[in-house]
């Protein structure tokens, strides 16, 4: 059995600490994180007796075979770098890191050290954005030359978690990072990308509204879009609904998660809802499914030695379209996301 500790008890690590539970041949065997009550908390609740506050004390003390990092994102270099150093395979929270240089670091420094990195990257992995990107690859609507990928809310994220209306960067950097990743997933890497963002809530510090416009290598235009300022009813929080038109047909992913294609042949409707877990609750239960389904790629991956899907090195392209929307915004004009 593959023993693993968590770093990082708070909000949305209570998930990673689930679906864990819920996978064969894998066991958490230890905690770390540097607030008691956090750590007290999910030590109870999932019975995990082994708990440290610091992680290099952790990484010493205990036989691992990886680390799952769900801290916030300015403390992922040391922790990526120092278990590395310990040879200790990592997936980690997204954001990756906080700049290009730090998540070029990380790459390198696990690289260097033969450990497998992932990223936490889980929009990809819910069960109906995987249908859809399945549906795609797979030729259902030939090849696509347009695509949006929209993402649009009220919900209150704040009152999970309060630190996100303190940053200066947000949607892009929390939510839109998933938004994007999806888009290279359906549509494969981006030549040029331009962006727009807003303000709306004036409680919060960064952007709430951005819109970015992706030119594809494969000739696909992109539309992706996100918002936390969008009063639906109903709501459709934290659903990513899609939108692609083909060379022999349209793919729809629409609000209730209902995949429609339809092509010269007719029309066909499909429900694609993720299963309610045991553990998991509504709204947030198509992302916990897919916590589920990255955390057991993961495991596959170090099974038979490959490279995860959402490796550190895949991470840093997804990381680069974040930096150019951040700059194009700020007056940077569209941009080469391969040049930052």
Same mark, same amino acid.
């Given at each position: 059995m593959l023993k693993g500790a968590v770093i990082g008890c708070g909000f949305f690590a209570q998930n990673q600490l689930h679906a864990w539970a819920d996978l064969p041949g894998v066991g958490i065997t230890a905690l770390c994180d540097r607030d008691p009550e956090h750590l007290a908390f999910a030590a109870a609740r999932f019975g995990i007796t082994r708990t440290y506050t610091d992680a290099a004390t952790m990484l010493a003390a205990e036989r691992l075979d990886f680390v799952d990092i769900a801290t916030t994102v300015a403390s992922h270099r040391v922790l990526v770098e120092a278990a590395a150093a310990a040879g200790v395979h990592v997936i980690c929270q997204k954001p990756f890191a906080p700049s290009m240089a730090d998540a070029r670091a990380m790459v390198a420094a696990c690289e260097a050290a033969g450990v497998t990195l992932m990223v936490h990257e889980n929009f990809r992995w819910q069960g109906a954005v995987r249908s859809a990107i399945d549906a795609l690859h797979g030729g259902a609507i030939g090849a696509p030359f347009f695509g949006r990928v929209s993402f649009r809310s009220g919900f209150d994220v704040f009152s999970g978690q309060p630190y996100l209306a303190t940053q200066p960067r947000f949607i892009i950097e929390d939510l839109g990072i998933h938004i994007l990743d999806i888009a290279r997933a359906l549509f494969g890497e981006v030549t040029h990308l331009s962006a727009t963002t807003r303000r709306v809530n004036a409680d919060i510090r960064g952007e709430d509204v951005a819109t970015m416009l992706l030119a594809h290598r494969g000739g696909v235009t992109s539309v992706v879009d996100c918002s936390y300022a969008t009063r639906r009813s109903p709501e459709t929080f934290p659903e990513t609904l899609l939108e692609i038109d083909g060379e022999a047909g349209t793919l729809r992913l629409d609000a209730g998660y209902r995949l429609t294609l339809s092509t010269p042949r007719g029309e066909e409707s499909?429900? &694609?809802?993720?299963? *309610? *877990?045991?553990?998991?609750?509504?709204?947030?239960?198509?992302?916990?499914?897919? &916590?589920?389904?990255i955390q057991a790629h993961f495991l596959d991956c170090l099974a038979i030695g490959r490279a995860p899907e959402t490796s550190g090195a895949d991470n840093l392209r997804t990381l680069a379209l974040v930096e150019a929307a951040y700059a194009s915004a700020a007056g940077a004009g569209t941009l080469d996301p391969a040049e930052l």
């Open positions: 499909r429900s &694609v809802a993720p299963p *309610l *877990l045991p553990w998991a609750e509504r709204p947030w239960h198509n992302i916990q499914e897919s &916590v589920l389904r």
